[in-house]
């Protein structure tokens, strides 16, 4: 569960009783203030009206931070129809992409405009509750949805917890495993680091449940709604994962760990861990347990 603790001006104690939003419009209008530290994305706009036949009103759009395009639906109770009303939107987004880009420009500038992950949109749907079908319908489409159930807890908490999460598959990403399929084994592998890399890749996915990849040019992303690592292409000698951690509770080892705060590099995550051997993944498991567990 993903929590954020809110303060107000008064004082006492609040008795803590996991309740519903008095209305749907209390939902959206706190994730909508607090977007990046709930859901990891940034804030874009809310209310937006798409021109389309049929007309509509997106709850709110944002951007996640691999750059991938965000739908994010709000419902107080149980999410009757949230999920096909995304996808109508989402449907939307992928025939205006003009639209969102130029809304990507006038809010976070030309080079975010520039950099949109249109192979990867996703839809985060908000809600009191899911049926068993809602989950079991996320995972018959081919897109990216995530199925998040939030609670009041008195005056004081908010609580997200994610009850299904589905990546969506490109018909490029598609295309590059069917490719890498035919090739013969010692292609593929490419060396020591590349099967260092594909070990760092099983030892993420096998972390948990609801974990999802996002591809990237410049690093792969694993993430929980949000990111919790992200793995560079492997060097010469070695290869650079970024994690979610927090450096100031790590104990860091020059040469295998390093507070990269304030630094430029790609991916997300302030705590920068050097692999070179499978020893040095060994040694980076209780890492990966600690930013998986953080996301």
Not at 58 to 81: C, Q, W
Not at 87 to 96: D, F, H, I, K, R
Not at 140 to 148: A, G, P, Q, T
Not at 228 to 242: D, E, G, R
Request: charged share 25%.
């Amino acid at each position: 569960m993903v929590a954020l603790k809110l303060f107000n001006t008064q004082c006492g104690v609040t008795e803590v009783v996991p309740r519903l939003a008095e209305v749907e419009a209390d939902i959206q209008g706190l994730v909508e203030a607090h977007m990046e530290t709930m859901l990891g994305v940034t804030f874009l706009a809310s209310e937006y009206v798409i021109d389309c036949v049929d007309g509509g009103r997106i709850d709110s759009l944002a951007l996640d931070e691999n750059g991938a395009p965000v739908i994010i639906e709000y419902k107080r109770g149980t999410a009757a129809g949230v999920i096909n009303q995304g996808l109508y939107y989402m449907a939307w987004l992928t025939t205006q992409k003009d639209a969102f880009r130029n809304l990507v420009r006038d809010r976070l500038g030309v080079t975010a405009a520039s950099q949109i992950l249109w192979s990867a949109p996703r839809l985060i749907c908000v809600a009191g509750d899911f049926t068993r079908y809602d989950a079991h319908a996320v995972r018959e489409h081919r897109r990216s949805i995530d199925l998040v159930r939030y609670r009041y807890f008195g005056s004081y908490h908010f609580g997200l917890e994610t009850v299904a999460s589905v990546t969506g598959q490109s018909a490029a990403s598609q295309r590059v495993r069917r490719r890498m399929a035919g090739l013969p084994t010692a292609r593929r592998q490419g060396g020591a680091m590349t099967e260092l890399a594909a070990a760092v890749d099983e030892a993420m996915v096998g972390l948990g449940g609801g974990i999802t990849r996002v591809q990237r040019k410049q690093y792969t992303a694993y993430q929980r709604l949000r990111n919790f690592a992200c793995v560079c292409p492997p060097q010469q000698t070695k290869l650079l994962v970024y994690l979610k951690a927090d450096p100031k509770k790590v104990d860091l080892v020059p040469g295998f760990t390093r507070d990269v705060t304030g630094l430029g590099h790609h991916g997300t995550g302030d705590l920068e861990v050097q692999l070179r051997t499978e020893r040095d993944l060994e040694r980076a498991q209780e890492l990966f347990r600690l930013s998986y567990a953080a996301a």
